[in-house]
């Protein structure tokens, strides 16, 4: 036990972080097999103790930025154990059809009560665009927004949204711009609450895999669902997209990304979390779309989604007292965990927010960037 504590802070050296310190980003350890647990099973082991109650910390997301920004992967390339541990990823299964409709089941269908009090009015799960914004419903807005004008949508044009959770921006689209819209979900909770919420709208909703898309649209978004492609599926998805799109339309996709190419995601995330997901690289990105299409623009607004995760946090806290009916205190540990954590990455910059506007043979005297 003695040898894995002394490991642990060896680690943490460097990084501003002490073992029961008196600073709020300081971990506070209540059962001292947390050290073990670290060593023995990496990134999944700390969130499952935490979790378990095993350790506590006031500002999460601050802990998680400092051990973030530190670099700790660096320290333990050395060592075989502790690396393999922390970057070990089931990356078999990841991103097949088959398993397409897990985190449909394992994350969206968690209970459309979660998503209402954590999420804006829109129900849009997806990072805001804060440019002008100082609320959680106006970054929405403005997102939703945003999208619409750098595709460039006008009354009676047909849109495809591939991924479109709770409708977010099928809805805003078909009020706003005059379009007819139809998005697809891997959710039968995000389905059934669009069907009800938005049937008086010129708007289908499909539950469906993108490889099973027929048809072609004037205009298609994906936000927030490439994630869960998985790197050996990228190149199909951007095939499907190319055939989907007509020849003069726009494709935006809005994704979040990873500064180095990488073919897992972390453990506690894969396991608790998003099943199957992995964040692609601008390299990876550019490889699945040579020679199907054009990059017109790339829009990279990654701190952003730090205010974003924040504010869903405050929500979710501010709304637990509801939730607690339902959800239990490990629920409750586990989803501040997620939403901390996630924040912190984006804090640190290892992640980003992209929206990348393509086109099939180029937009005819060039594309005008729109921010």
């Given at each position: 036990m003695n040898k894995a504590k002394n490991v642990t802070e060896d680690l943490l050296k460097g990084t501003d972080i002490t073992l029961n310190g008196d600073a709020p980003y300081d971990p506070q350890v209540h059962d001292e097999r947390l050290y073990g647990r670290i060593l023995h099973k990496g990134?999944?082991?700390?969130?499952?103790?935490?979790?378990?109650?095993?350790?506590?910390?006031?500002?999460?997301d601050e802990f998680f930025t400092k051990l973030l920004s530190a670099?700790?992967?660096?320290?333990?390339k050395g060592d075989?154990?502790?690396?393999f541990k922390i970057a070990l990823t089931a990356l078999t299964s990841m991103g097949r059809k088959s398993k397409a409709f897990e985190v449909g089941e394992a994350h969206y269908d968690a209970g459309n009560d979660l998503y209402?009090?954590?999420?804006?009015?829109?129900?849009?799960?997806?990072?805001?665009?804060?440019?002008?914004?100082?609320?959680?419903?106006d970054a929405q807005e403005a997102k939703l927004d945003l999208v619409c004008r750098k595709i460039g949508l006008t009354q009676g044009q047909k849109v495809l949204d591939v991924g479109s959770g709770w409708g977010s921006f099928t809805s805003?689209?078909?009020?706003?711009?005059?379009?007819?819209?139809?998005?697809?979900?891997?959710?039968?909770?995000?389905?059934?609450?669009?069907?009800?919420?938005?049937?008086?709208?010129?708007?289908?909703?499909?539950?469906?895999?993108y490889r099973d898309i027929e048809g072609q649209f004037d205009a298609v978004v994906s936000l927030g669902m490439f994630e869960h492609v998985g790197y050996k599926h990228y190149r199909t998805y951007m095939?499907?997209?190319?055939?989907?799109?007509?020849?003069?339309g726009l494709f935006l996709l809005h994704t979040i990304g990873c500064n180095t190419s990488v073919r897992g995601t972390d453990p506690w995330i894969d396991k608790y979390i998003f099943p199957n997901g992995m964040l692609p690289s601008i390299g990876q990105i550019g490889s699945s779309i040579e020679g199907l299409f054009v990059v017109e623009d790339w829009h990279n607004f990654g701190s952003d989604y730090d205010k974003t995760l924040m504010a869903w946090h405050n929500n979710f806290e501010a709304r637990w007292p509801l939730l607690r009916?339902?959800?239990?205190?490990?629920f409750y540990r586990m989803w501040r965990y997620y939403l901390l954590l996630c924040a912190a990455t984006f804090r640190a910059r290892k992640n980003q927010l992209w929206q990348i506007v393509l086109s099939k043979k180029g937009v005819p005297g060039g594309y005008q960037s729109i921010r």
């Open positions: 990134s999944l082991g700390l969130g499952e103790a935490y979790m378990d109650g095993w350790w506590d910390c006031d500002q999460l670099e700790l992967e660096k320290k333990v075989f154990g502790i690396a209402r009090a954590m999420l804006d009015p829109r129900l849009a799960y997806t990072c805001g665009y804060w440019k002008e914004a100082d609320n959680l419903a805003y689209a078909t009020e706003k711009y005059g379009v007819a819209a139809t998005g697809l979900t891997v959710s039968k909770e995000q389905k059934l609450y669009s069907d009800q919420n938005y049937k008086d709208l010129p708007i289908e909703t499909r539950l469906q895999d095939e499907v997209m190319h055939n989907t799109l007509k020849d003069n009916q339902k959800y239990d205190e490990r």
